[in-house]
């Protein structure tokens, strides 16, 4: 019989895959993987000015990781700098100012390594509740942006002559990624979050007809993900949040081999550049 934490893990695990697999996505359609690491970076931040200012947690990441979202779109406006100059910055900067804060705050206990690496013992029965009922949210109001996000994916030109407002779908898109990283902290980690982000969605992509059949593939293959690290975690006694990413680089890997070997059955060349356009 299972524990009752792993237990939790578990449901919260698979609610994460969940909510994450259709984001991951747009992710891996738009190359977005660096933005996703750059907002999982200032989650600790956010967790080191949650607890200076008495608040939960989750709250505490969520408004980080928006407000450096609001930045990027902001900064990438006005051309500052190039983009990938500004995600460094902002990035790095993040994760050493909220290293330096807790470092300052030696009169709180604060599991670091929780925190970065995830935590099977952490997860609360309020966390499966921030998990589905945060999960909900995003899903809903990631399936009222789709139409406009799946455009401006495409095309941003196009987006904007059928007046879809690419814009603010975009700056929708990075608020329910904050969201994500917020609810899913606790299962994989600060360090580790975008992994579950983009490693799934990057393994449906190779099995997906059409964007729809990709996210729900992409769901189902992080769950299968979550379900196979925590087992493994338990097993092995190993960090959770790396046990489920491992987990989830083998369905990735085993992908490439059954595709592999399928296409030198059938003669065929190799696969086209995974760089095309949604699940192309």
Do not use: N
């Amino acid at each position: 019989m299972l524990d009752d934490f792993f237990t939790r893990a578990l449901i919260g695990g698979v609610g994460v895959a969940l909510v994450a697999g259709p984001l991951g996505c747009f992710i891996v359609w738009r190359r977005m993987a660096y933005f996703g690491d750059t907002m999982a970076h200032s989650a600790l931040l956010g967790v080191a000015l949650a607890l200076l200012l008495e608040i939960h947690i989750t709250a505490g990441v969520f408004a980080i990781a928006a407000a450096v979202a609001f930045a990027l779109l902001l900064l990438q406006r006005q051309q500052v700098l190039p983009t990938d100059a500004l995600l460094g910055i902002l990035s790095h900067s993040t994760l050493a100012l909220g290293l330096v804060l807790v470092a300052f705050m030696a009169w709180v206990r604060i599991d670091l390594i929780g925190y970065l690496f995830g935590d099977l013992l952490a997860v609360s029965r309020l966390d499966i509740a921030l998990i589905y009922g945060g999960g909900v949210a995003v899903l809903a109001v990631l399936a009222a942006i789709w139409r406009p996000l799946l455009a401006a994916t495409v095309s941003d030109e196009l987006a904007a002559a059928e007046a879809l407002h690419p814009e603010r779908a975009r700056f929708v898109f990075m608020i329910l990624m904050a969201g994500v990283i917020a609810i899913a902290m606790k299962i994989v980690g600060i360090l580790l979050i975008t992994s579950l982000l983009v490693i799934p969605a990057a393994t449906a992509r190779r099995f997906a007809g059409g964007p729809e059949q990709m996210a729900l593939l992409a769901a189902a293959i992080g769950a299968v993900a979550v379900v196979l690290g925590l087992f493994g975690s338990l097993e092995f006694d190993t960090p959770s949040g790396p046990s489920v990413v491992v987990a989830a680089l083998c369905l990735f890997l085993a992908s490439l081999l059954r595709l592999a070997f399928r296409r030198r059955g059938a003669g065929q060349l190799p696969p086209r550049d995974a760089q095309k356009g949604p699940a192309g």
